[in-house]
């Protein structure tokens, strides 16, 4: 009733087909049709929310098919205690409940507890009685290939943080070369990137820098799935692979993880435990490869960063000084519990993300390597660390701008360039 109202006032109110007294008097009564509280919250309460498809990742849809697609295969699964299903379930057992045989899992960096920190080797463990775990981050990174004739299909479910150096694309391209060498069959059971609204940033992967954190020609942020990923490194290296994706169903890369109704973000490794964490992640990680503590061993990693020869206001001021869109920056003091400075007062700046989607992650990381640089020239550890440095930002090209006083618009500028000719492989709008 109100509607029709409201279109009959749009309607009449360009003419005056209804007599002026009749029309004042039609305005007197639709008071009585309107709802009574004019407050936002209450107009969106008269009207029921868009139906939104739901979020199934990979592992999900093979859920709903009661893992049709793996009826008499033999199968191995590289997942951790992240990789569960949309009701919190764990993979491999979602997969026992479903009758398939399972023959045993293997872990990433971190182990499958998803509890080891970052660098440090992962054991194996023993789930379900008698499930073997095998670690891909202790005596060899890559499937043993006597493992893999025990099965007919490797499957790869891990949640991925949209960056080049986390290391779980570097654990898929392994596994994917290892299935390609014994001619196994791979899936990837496709997760959301939880930062994809980002934009691409940061340069391409010099030859020369390859390593476990830079295993791809890729953006340092790639906006792109883990899926997608594969079926560019399978056109690029495995033609011959046996690849099968389980894309996600209600997915868009115009969403951050944590908007999507009913998905629940679980902790991929143990300092990025939210979507806000990973959105920061790329602006503060190439700070491993400084004398500064990216707040491991706070309850901030990653968001927070310092030490203890740093003026935390005079750092706080010079950035927020730069005006870089959608954040800003605070002085704050902590002592890390663990990694750099363990156990000593640290002094720095938090971040404080205004604006997600006006938020550059790699102008802000460059941003805060050029301010550390200026005012501590001989403290940050730039060019101390300059082999993991560049292994971390995958060229050397960003180090030697900001030791030579490049500015951040010429920095910025040269990276674009440098992404220019990069074709991803997507299969999202």
């Known amino acids: 009733m109100t509607e029709c109202l409201c279109r009959l006032i749009a309607k009449n109110s360009g003419r005056s087909s209804l007599p002026a007294p009749a029309f004042l008097f039609f305005l007197l009564l639709l008071p009585l049709f309107l709802p009574c509280s004019l407050h936002a919250a209450d107009r969106s309460a008269s009207f029921p929310a868009l139906a939104v498809e739901p979020l199934l990742s990979g592992i999900d849809r093979l859920d709903v098919s009661r893992c049709s697609e793996l009826s008499g295969l033999r199968v191995g699964l590289i997942t951790n205690e992240a990789a569960a299903t949309g009701t919190g379930e764990p993979g491999y057992a979602m997969m026992l409940r479903h009758g398939v045989r399972l023959q045993y899992l293997m872990a990433p960096e971190h182990g499958f507890a998803v509890n080891v920190e970052a660098g440090r080797s992962a054991e194996g463990t023993i789930l379900a009685g008698n499930l073997q775990v095998h670690s891909l981050y202790g005596s060899t990174r890559i499937p043993d290939a006597a493992l893999l004739q025990q099965i007919d299909l490797l499957i790869f479910d891990l949640q991925d943080v949209g960056v080049r150096c986390y290391t779980y694309l570097s654990t898929m391209k392994n596994a994917m070369q290892a299935c390609s060498e014994t001619r196994t069959a791979f899936m990837v059971l496709d997760r959301p990137n939880p930062i994809a609204p980002l934009a691409r940033g940061g340069f391409m992967l010099e030859p020369r820098q390859v390593s476990f954190v830079g295993a791809e020609d890729i953006p340092f942020i790639h906006a792109m799935t883990l899926g997608e990923l594969a079926q560019l490194i399978k056109a690029r290296h495995f033609p011959d692979l046996n690849l099968h994706v389980i894309s996600m169903q209600g997915w868009s890369r115009n969403r951050f993880g944590d908007e999507f109704p009913g998905f629940t973000f679980r902790s991929p490794s143990p300092n990025i435990s939210s979507v806000e964490t990973a959105i920061v992640y790329p602006a503060t990680v190439l700070l491993e490869a400084t004398r500064i503590s990216e707040g491991r061993g706070t309850d901030a990693p990653f968001v927070q960063f310092g030490a203890p020869f740093i003026d935390p206001e005079l750092l706080a001021a ?9 954040v800003r920056f605070f002085p704050v003091s902590f002592i890390p519990t663990t990694s750099k400075f363990k156990g000593k007062r640290c002094h ?21 390597l050029q301010t550390l640089q200026r005012h501590y020239p001989s403290e940050t550890g730039i060019e101390q660390h300059k082999g993991f440095f560049d292994r971390l930002a995958g060229t050397s090209r960003l180090r030697e701008m900001i ?26 709008r």
Request: aromatic share 8%; hydrophobic share 40%; charged share 20%.
């Open 318 to 326: 010079s950035l927020n000084q730069e005006n870089l869109p959608g």
């Open 348 to 368: 720095g700046v938090r971040l404080s993300i205004t604006s997600r989607r006006e938020f550059n992650a790699f102008m802000t990381g460059v941003a805060i």
């Open 403 to 428: 030791m030579s006083g490049g500015s951040l618009e010429l920095i910025m500028e040269e990276s674009r360039q440098n992404r220019e000719g990069f074709l991803p492989s997507l299969l999202y």
